[in-house]
């Protein structure tokens, strides 16, 4: 007897659980789908044994296109295929200004030298930005030649793009550099800004901007880790508020209510999931592929994580799923 009451306690939890996660019964959350173009229209890159001294402009995929990341021109392409939200990556300069490119130093795809942000605008703005870009092992190079100028400041992009909205990518841990960030930024373009880096910077952006959705790889993995634990139950972690919460495309079942219930969950607590590639591909692995396209849920709300948004953006739109 006392075996059968265990049996159908636990069938009714069971029951319950499945019940308070079912996504079928949510119904898919309000809003739409948004895409985001991570570096805009960009040349994309093997990343068999990739490290963070991979020089990739050396190892970049035959040429499809001859956009180049962070630039406007390739914002301005991203947009065209139906970005609702571009990632850039940003350093500060000698004199005062923030410049969008992503490296850390310029030796790899420029004909500079040096830390990125031991420079001057005017010496950056010389500089040919396709310079180190090669498919074939260095037997050509088919990107140099770039005119000057094609490093954007910060300010150049959100005043080409005052309704586009960016993730902006602060590259180091400098709270200082956070604090110069906060008197850079004119005051009607923090409207459609929101931000990644590590919690040092972000800590002094939350304070003077608490408005604004905030993103680090460390709360991003403290959120998933202690909602697979808890969110069974409906509780939705504080680390999980405020935030977009990437989800490894090849885990996305293990998101408790997933796809409609996860993404209404968030929602409640100013969050949005971000489909992103597979776990144990690049950091920066995305919706890139047809086999991946497939893994959207009709009735996506969240946000698509890709590094093609000229194959990504027109299949979604062909098949309804975009946000226009």
Known sequence: MRRRKVIWFFILLF????????????????????ILAHRGVHQTYHRRDLD???????????????????????????????ADLIELDIH?????????????????RTNGTGRTRDHDRAYLQSLDIGYGYTSDGGET????????????????????????KFLVNIKSRSKKEA???????????????????HPDPL??????????IYVSRKAT???????LFLGWSGYVPKDCHNIYVYVPANLRRLAWGWPHRFEKRLNAVGSRSMLA??????????IDQQRDIDRIPEGYSGIVYTNKIEIVGPELSARGQSSE
């Open 277 to 286: 590639g597979d776990l144990g591909s690049h950091l920066a692995g995305g």
């Open 141 to 164: 190079y088919p990107l140099r030649g770039r005119p000057a100028g094609e490093m954007p400041t910060l300010r150049e992009v959100l005043t080409r793009f005052p309704e586009t």
């Open 221 to 227: 993995k403290s959120c998933l880790k202690s909602y």
């Open 203 to 212: 800590d002094i952006l939350k304070t003077a901007r608490p408005d604004k």
């Open 52 to 82: 963070n001294e991979t020089c990739t402009a050396e190892r970049i995929d035959p040429l499809t296109h001859s956009f180049l990341e962070n630039t406007l021109e390739s914002m301005d392409a991203a947009k065209s295929y139906g």
């Open 15 to 34: 029951g319950l659980v499945y019940l308070n996660n079912a996504s079928w019964i949510a119904g898919p959350a309000d809003g739409e789908l948004s």
């Open 179 to 197: 604090r110069a960030l906060l008197n850079y930024i004119p005051e009607d373009h923090w409207t459609n800004l929101s931000f990644v880096a």
């Open 92 to 108: 500060p300069t000698t004199d005062g200004e923030f410049v969008v490119f992503h490296d850390w130093t310029l030796d790899c």
